[in-house]
């Protein structure tokens, strides 16, 4: 079992997002008392799961991008002569 401050620290957010995250269900956790307890295969879990949404958004974006020519050399800078 792992504190608050530990899980934060894997999933690189702070504590108080972990909390919400907790409260909103996301993350299983034990109560003891005050203390909220998580198991590292559930922080794991949860890391895994949201490092492959976020890569399917950002191969997304890039197609996205490459649709629309984001990517395409821009035209040469037109000089002025004075």
């Keep these: 079992m792992m504190s608050i401050q530990q899980a934060a620290d894997i999933l690189n957010v702070s504590p108080s997002y972990l909390m919400r995250l907790l409260d909103a269900g996301m993350i299983p956790c034990e109560a003891n008392g005050e ?7 559930d922080v794991l879990a949860f890391k895994r799961q949201r490092d492959l949404e976020r890569d399917a958004k950002l191969d997304e974006l890039v197609k996205l991008t490459e649709e629309f020519g984001g ?11 004075k």
Aim: glycine share 0%; charged share 50%.
């Design 71 to 81: 990517y395409d050399e821009p035209p040469p800078l037109e000089r002025h002569r």
């Design 35 to 41: 203390q909220r307890r998580l198991k590292l295969k």
